[in-house]
């Protein structure tokens, strides 16, 4: 069979999607390979198809459970065999599953990288892998920002191997600097790069507003809508989850602190529907599979623009439209330097964390396209993408040249040798011990801005950095200097425009009643098998299901994502639901139709 044969058959698709076709022809002619495509860009089928192709074993290292576990069972449910070893097994179960791969009886085996740097090893060389698929490779690179040391050893354990596989390395998130880096470390032979852009998510910057309010708010406008709420620590996630509880939000939440059990339950809830939100730090969603996820809000800053931009892609899996929220508040930056300052990493890695933060806060307070901006910090340039909050943004731009000559006067006056807050203290006037032994009291521009408040004044600052006319430069403690767009505006050559804080519009795309009906029988059906229900269909395949409205099965393989097993296993079932739905309709056509022609009649007579 071709690829093409096997992407229609085995997973219902008829076309391959950009990058997929590229990274399977590298791995079916024996070439490693670097595949970077963001998240729902469907990775996982670049080694699925590769490997029932393949007469050997597929090896896929992923670091987390969850992720084995949910894929395992998407692949058991399109009739492809697969199984998985990690810590949740008992030692007879990892020796059975090892029986079973090297019996040929098992095309993909999962495996944690702990697990091949474990005892393990010598079972795993007995068995004929000819394919090793690398999942979340951004960890193997210390310039990654999810950097993980049991991935350093990836490289001489695959080399040991006896069977010298192909490797494929998979990621979302890498910048040019990672991309280098996993390349060189895993000796790959090429790189397919599809770019960073996720066109079905709206990105948008919520500042200076209750976040509590908003949250209530939002949620509430979207109450039939799944999504994630992310927080920095454990005890904000508690507290919000609280919150929106306390007003009727059906949340629940997931953070490091809780019980294993706990957080099985708790994530049980949200990838089977029965809790449409999860409040939760950033040690939930790598690995979620699920695809309906409507929104992400961040209600406190992240660390990092990959970190961000990571999370935010667990949105709108299954392509189509949904919202990506930060929610913006200068505090939440200064947690994240705290949690930087307590960290156990060297000098160097703190500011590099530090240099992330930076770019963090940039993109919060950047006047351009926000899908722009992130697409810039991976190295990649596209057109504004009309539907971010600053594109969406109609107001007039407010012209803020002298405020700004103000503040590049400032920076420049005080020799470009000291940070945002104290630049702040100076022009708003403030008599504190600093600005006393620098001397600052006395400069022209001391006071220069003492009708406004130091948040304001810092804002406008960050809006300057983030613009491009000031730029920060070192770790901790990041000074401010002018930059020749900067030198412009000082001079007078440049005019500098500025909008206001942005207003969010809450409402998302609003579910047809046939497409709840196929949601409660996609429910029954994973309930039954104990499964999450986008292992079934994914809302993606079932909105297409209300589009095309098919009448037969074989209109039901039109469908996408419905292959030939899922046709069997479910087809009847959503068949008749779809059927019934579309003679209801047309019983409403016949009604309407009968009474305009009676009421044509009386205007007759």
């Keep these: 069979m071709t690829p093409q044969e096997i992407l229609k058959q085995q997973f219902g698709y008829d076309t391959f999607r950009p990058g997929q076709g590229d990274v399977i022809d590298h791995i079916m002619n024996h070439e490693n390979v670097l595949a970077i495509m963001p ?151 090429a790189e ?66 809780l019980t294993k059990n706990q957080r099985r339950e708790n994530q049980d809830d949200f990838l089977y529907d029965r809790t449409p939100v999860m409040v939760a730090t950033n040690a939930f969603g790598m690995g979620i599979d699920k695809s309906n996820v409507r929104f992400v809000i961040h209600a406190q800053v992240p660390g990092s623009l990959e970190s961000c931009y990571q999370e935010a892609g667990r949105a709108g899996r299954d392509g189509l439209p949904s919202e990506a929220i930060l929610l913006f508040k200068l505090a939440d930056v200064q947690i994240q330097q705290f949690l930087i300052d307590q960290s156990e990493r060297d000098e160097q890695n703190k500011q590099r964390e530090y240099e992330k933060l930076q770019a963090m806060t940039q993109y919060a307070n950047t006047p351009e396209c926000l899908q722009k901006y992130i697409l810039g910090y991976f190295g990649e340039t596209c057109d504004d993408c009309g539907q971010c909050s600053n594109c969406l943004d109609t107001r007039e731009s407010q012209d803020i040249t002298v405020d700004t000559q103000k503040v590049l006067s400032c920076v420049k006056r005080m020799n470009e040798r000291f940070g945002k807050s104290l630049v702040a203290q100076v022009l708003a006037g403030s008599s504190n011990q600093r600005i006393k032994q620098f001397h600052f009291q ?48 000082l001079k007078g050559e440049t005019q500098v425009f500025r909008k206001e804080a942005v207003k969010v519009d809450h409402t998302l795309p609003v579910n047809s009643e046939l497409f709840e009906k196929l949601r409660v029988l ?81 205007d007759g007579e």
Aim: net charge negative; aromatic share 8%.
């Design 522 to 602: 996609r429910r029954e059906f994973a309930e039954k098998q104990g499964v999450p229900p986008f292992v079934i269909f994914s809302d993606k395949t079932l909105r297409d299901m209300c589009a095309q409205m098919p009448q037969t099965l074989d209109d039901m393989l039109n469908v996408k994502g419905i292959g030939a097993n899922k046709l069997e296993k479910y087809g009847d079932e959503f068949l008749a639901v779809v059927r019934a739905e579309g003679d209801a309709s047309d019983v409403e056509d016949a009604e309407e139709t009968a009474g305009v022609a009676a009421s044509n009649a009386d």
């Design 192 to 257: 397919v790069k599809t770019g960073f852009a996720r066109p079905n998510l709206s990105f948008k910057v919520v500042k200076d507003q209750d976040i509590d309010a908003f949250l209530i708010d939002y949620l509430k406008t979207n109450a039939d809508q799944s999504g994630i709420v992310y927080a920095s620590t454990r005890k904000e996630v508690e507290r919000l989850t609280k919150l929106l509880q306390h007003h009727k939000v059906a949340a629940t939440m997931y953070h490091g602190g």
């Design 39 to 189: 998240t729902g860009g469907g990775k996982s089928l670049c080694y699925q198809i590769p490997a029932l192709l393949q007469d050997g074993l597929t090896l896929v290292v992923s670091p987390l459970i969850s992720l084995m576990k949910d894929q395992v069972d998407a692949l058991n449910e399109n009739g492809i065999p697969a199984t998985f070893i990690n810590s949740s097994l008992t030692y007879g179960e990892i020796n059975d599953r090892f029986d079973q791969a090297q019996d040929g009886r098992i095309k993909l085996l999962y495996v944690s990288p702990e697990r091949l740097d474990s005892g393990y090893f010598d079972r795993l060389a007995e068995l004929p892998v000819e394919l090793v698929a690398i999942d979340e490779a951004h960890c193997i690179s210390q310039w990654g920002h999810d950097f993980r040391p049991s991935y350093l050893n990836l490289t001489a354990t695959i080399q040991q191997l006896p069977s010298n596989p192909t490797i494929v390395a998979l990621t979302a998130t890498a910048t040019p600097k990672v991309a280098k880096d996993i390349m060189d470390r895993l000796q790959l032979d």
């Design 442 to 489: 006395s400069l022209s521009t001391y006071g220069l801005m003492k009708n406004r408040k130091q948040k304001a004044i810092a804002d406008l600052i960050d809006f300057l950095t983030a613009s491009g006319y000031l730029a920060a430069e070192g770790g901790q403690y990041p000074v401010l200097k002018l930059t020749p767009a900067g030198v412009d505006v």
